[in-house]
T-cell receptor, first 116, second 114 residues
Framework: AQKITQTQPGMFVQEKEAVTLDCTYD???????LFWYKQPSSGEMIFLIY??????QNATEGRYSLNFQKARKSANLVISASQLGDSAMYFC?????????????FGKGTTLSVSS | ETGVTQTPRHLVMGMTNKKSLKCEQH?????MYWYKQSAKKPLELMFV???????ENNSVPSRFSPECPNSSHLFLHLHTLQPEDSALYLC?????????????FGDGTRLSIL
């Protein structure tokens, strides 16, 4: 079974609009971390935002916010006031423990296209 | 700012060649990772090193051989690769053991096997 599910292969939005990228996860651990990364066409993976499973407040980082609904096991990324430079692939990822050397589990990604 | 540096950025090689990918992190992290990203697939973990010790080998074929001489450097040695090994290879590092920390990635090496 997939641990991270991103159901939107592609999303289209106009500049200055908000967009929500969906992510659901599956884990039986009580302590885990959720991350969002952006990957432009050039290939680098850019860390955007983090949410810990015990964090009561939704994480925010500039125009990025994470809509964390623990009971539903969802961690959607909200980008406010989209910009052309936001066009990229977006990956949701989870880390089930913080033991040294534990890798991230990634979803398949969502391609976001922002138009003027 | 490039905390994780990968070289080369692009590599084209024949199936009988031997080459190495290099990764260097300038962040003082204690764990380093190799991931493979093929077209239309999620990132796949290949190897994990923690304090220079390999802690995970995710069923990677022996034609990929990692080396971690110290906590700042990570290599991926390539030998007799197959066309299906063409992909983007990403190196990452993180500081593990306390609160959850993000992994920081390099720009990747885009590998093409002829």
């Amino acid at each position: 079974a997939q641990k991270i599910t991103q159901t939107q292969p592609g999303m289209f939005v106009q500049e200055k609009e908000a967009v929500t990228l969906d992510c659901t996860y599956d884990t039986s651990d009580q302590s885990y971390g959720l991350f969002w990364y952006k990957q432009p066409s050039s290939g680098e993976m850019i860390f955007l935002i983090y949410q810990g499973s015990y964090d009561e407040q939704n994480a925010t980082e500039g125009r990025y916010s994470l809509n964390f609904q623990k009971a539903r096991k969802s961690a959607n990324l909200v980008i406010s006031a989209s910009q052309l430079g936001d066009s990229a692939m977006y990956f949701c990822a989870m880390r089930e423990t913080n033991q040294a050397g534990t890798a991230l589990i990634f979803g398949k990604g969502t391609t976001l296209s922002v138009s003027s | 700012e490039t905390g994780v540096t990968q070289t080369p950025r692009h590599l084209v090689m024949g199936m009988t060649n031997k080459k190495s990918l290099k990764c260097e992190q300038h962040l003082g992290h204690n764990a380093m990772y190799w991931y493979k990203q093929s077209a239309k697939k999620p990132l796949e973990l290949m190897f994990v090193y923690n304090f220079k010790e390999q802690t995970e080998n995710n069923s990677v074929p022996s034609r990929f051989s990692p080396e971690c001489p110290n906590s700042s450097h990570l290599f991926l040695h390539l030998h007799t690769l197959q066309p299906e090994d063409s992909a983007l290879y990403l190196c990452a590092s993180s500081q593990d053991g306390g609160e959850f920390q993000p992994q920081h990635f390099g720009d990747g090496t885009r590998l093409s096997i002829l």
